[in-house]
Antibody, heavy 120, light 112 residues
Framework: EMQLLESGGGLVQPGGSLRLSCAAS????????MTWVRQAPGKGLEWVSA????????HYADSVKGRFTISRDISKNTLYLQMNSLRGEDTALYYC?????????????WGRGTLVTVSS | DIVMTQSPDSLAVSLGERATINCRSS????????????LAWYQQKPGQPPKLLVS???TREPGVPARFSGSGSGTDFTLAISSLQAEDVAVYYC?????????FGGGTKVEI
């Protein structure tokens, strides 16, 4: 069974950093494009970042560009999101999600999310 | 960026009745190269991650009940639930995947 398990969330002060992880099981991350999607408390879904299947291309929402970095470790079959210069508006549940096919970016597998709270 | 607008924000439907959710994109998500609409629908139940229901505007995912159907083309799309069941209470989102940034609609809450 394919599964994604996020970790690394927590409480951080404004201006601080966190690194989120998404461990994959039952699938090989290097075969798929992957994304991060976040959901602020009581709000809708916001796409954050994506990494192409070959690992060569990254994409970011304007709201996080220059502050967040998506990456992966193939040997650990894990996707990451390095988040720097965090702001209150980054407070959200962060999901990693698998892209169905490398050229067609709908999301057919989601983790349960990890909560990031940015507050002093 | 392509803006996705859903309507209504919420709707209450009796058990067994039909529910209809609309989604409009600010530009066409119909790709001329393959004549496919790059539009997906997701269901999110309380405390759970989103679940993919429909891709390509009208293709149900394996295991999704036949009472769910997607339709539309270009900029206007609909998700219909033909006979609402109690387990269909959720928030439904549309999402385009025509180009990055990927964007979602604001969500439609379906209640009994």
């Amino acid at each position: 069974e394919m599964q994604l398990l996020e970790s690394g969330g927590g409480l951080v002060q404004p201006g601080g950093s966190l690194r989120l992880s998404c461990a994959a099981s039952g699938l090989t991350l290097s075969n798929y494009a992957m994304t991060w999607v976040r959901q602020a408390p009581g709000k809708g879904l916001e796409w954050v970042s994506a990494l192409s299947g070959n690992g060569a291309f990254t994409h970011y929402a304007d709201s996080v560009k220059g502050r967040f970095t998506i990456s992966r470790d193939i040997s650990k079959n894990t996707l990451y999101l390095q988040m720097n210069s965090l702001r209150g508006e980054d407070t959200a549940l962060y999901y990693c999600a698998k892209v169905a096919y490398n050229d067609y970016w709908y999301l057919d597998l989601w983790g349960r999310g990890t909560l990031v709270t940015v507050s002093s | 960026d392509i803006v996705m607008t859903q309507s209504p924000d919420s709707l209450a439907v009796s058990l067994g009745e039909r529910a209809t959710i609309n989604c409009r994109s600010s530009q066409s998500v119909l790709h001329r190269s393959n004549n496919k609409n790059y539009l997906a629908w997701y269901q999110q139940k309380p405390g759970q991650p989103p679940k993919l229901l429909v891709s390509w505007a009208s293709t149900r995912e394996p295991g999704v009940p036949a009472r769910f159907s997607g339709s539309g083309s270009g900029t206007d799309f609909t998700l219909a639930i033909s006979s609402l069941q109690a387990e269909d209470v959720a928030v439904y989102y549309c999402q385009h995947y025509f180009i990055t940034p990927l964007t979602f609609g604001g969500g439609t809450k379906v209640e009994i």
